[in-house]
C-alpha cells in the first residue's frame, strides 16, 4: 500500500490483448465503491428528471453524513426539487442541522447596482422534497426520517427503519481491550410518547427494493422517489421572485 505497482492484464487467460497498467494500491475500495454508487444515483435522479431534483446520500449522521451532505447539497442548490437517501444510514447524531436547513423560508430577494438578483436565506431548496428509508437505517439514521416528517418536508418512501433511538454514553474500556455500551438516553416526542426504538420509523410509501431489480442495475425506491417529487413538481410554481420590482421613486 502507498507504493506503484506494475499489473499485467488481458482479454483471456491466454494472455489475448496483453497490456500493462500502473495502479496504487489501497487498504479498501468500500468508499470507492460508495461515491460509484452515490454517483450513479445521482445521475438517475438528474437524468430522469431532466436536471430538476438534486439527489445527497447520508451514510450516517455524524462526520461523513455531514460532510457528505454539505458536499452534495451545496453544489445542487440550483435545482428545483431533493431527494435526501437515508438507506443503509449508521446514525450518529440528531440531524437537526440537516432539517433546520432543509426547513429554511425563503424571506427576500435583493437586486444589487449590477442587477443581479439573488436570494435570503441563500443555500436553499425550496421546492417538493422526499426523503429514501430502508431497514438497514438506525439510531440517528432513525432519527433524521422522523424528524423529516414531523416537520412536514415531505414524504418517506421505502421500508420501515430498524428502530435503535436509545442512545449510548459513558462508555467505559475494560482491561482486557473490550468495551461497553451504555444506554443512556431515550427519545420521546413533544406528544408525551416514548417512540420509535424497537419499533422504527414506517414510510409513507412502502416500496420494496426488488432484488432482481438491483441485479439488473435498477432500484425501485429511487425511481418511486424520482416519480413522486416529479409529480409534485409539476404542480409547483417557485415561490422565489426572480425579477425585482420597478425601482421606487422619490415623491415632490
Known amino acids: 500500500m502507498g507504493k506503484q505497482v506494475v499489473l499485467a492484464v488481458a482479454k483471456s487467460a491466454a494472455g489475448t490483448g496483453r497490456r500493462e497498467i500502473t495502479v496504487e494500491p489501497i487498504e479498501s475500495e468500500g468508499l470507492l465503491r460508495r461515491w460509484a454508487w452515490i454517483e450513479g444515483n445521482r445521475q438517475r435522479v438528474h437524468d430522469q428528471s431532466g436536471g430538476r431534483i438534486a439527489y445527497v446520500y447520508m451514510p450516517d449522521t455524524a462526520g461523513q453524513g455531514f460532510e457528505h451532505f454539505n458536499r452534495m447539497f451545496f453544489a445542487q442548490i440550483d435545482k428545483q426539487?431533493?431527494?435526501?437517501d437515508d438507506r443503509r444510514n449508521g446514525g450518529g447524531q440528531a440531524a437537526n442541522y440537516v432539517t433546520e436547513l432543509l426547513s429554511r423560508p425563503y424571506l427576500s430577494s435583493w437586486k444589487d447596482r449590477d442587477g443581479l438578483v439573488f436570494d435570503t436565506?441563500?443555500?436553499a431548496i425550496?421546492?417538493?422534497k422526499a426523503m429514501l428509508i430502508d431497514q438497514d437505517a438506525g439510531s440517528g439514521g432513525d432519527f433524521m426520517p422522523w424528524a423529516f416528517r414531523r416537520v412536514g418536508l415531505g414524504p418517506l418512501i421505502g421500508k420501515r427503519t430498524w428502530g435503535g433511538l436509545i442512545g449510548i454514553s459513558t462508555n467505559p474500556n475494560l482491561i482486557d481491550g473490550g468495551f461497553l455500551t451504555?444506554?443512556?438516553?431515550?427519545?420521546?416526542?413533544p406528544d408525551g410518547e416514548w417512540r420509535v426504538e424497537n419499533e422504527g420509523v414506517s414510510p409513507d410509501i412502502d416500496v420494496e427494493l426488488d432484488p432482481a431489480a438491483v441485479n439488473r442495475g435498477e432500484d425501485t425506491q429511487l425511481d418511486a422517489a424520482i416519480a413522486n417529487v416529479l409529480k409534485r413538481l409539476a404542480d409547483w410554481q417557485p415561490i422565489q421572485r426572480?425579477?425585482?420590482?420597478?425601482m421606487p421613486?422619490?415623491?415632490r
Open 249 to 251: 421613486t422619490l415623491g
Open 126 to 128: 425550496h421546492g417538493p
Open 121 to 123: 436565506p441563500g443555500g
Open 182 to 189: 451504555v444506554p443512556y438516553f431515550r427519545f420521546y416526542t
Open 81 to 84: 426539487a431533493l431527494i435526501v
Open 242 to 246: 426572480k425579477s425585482a420590482p420597478s
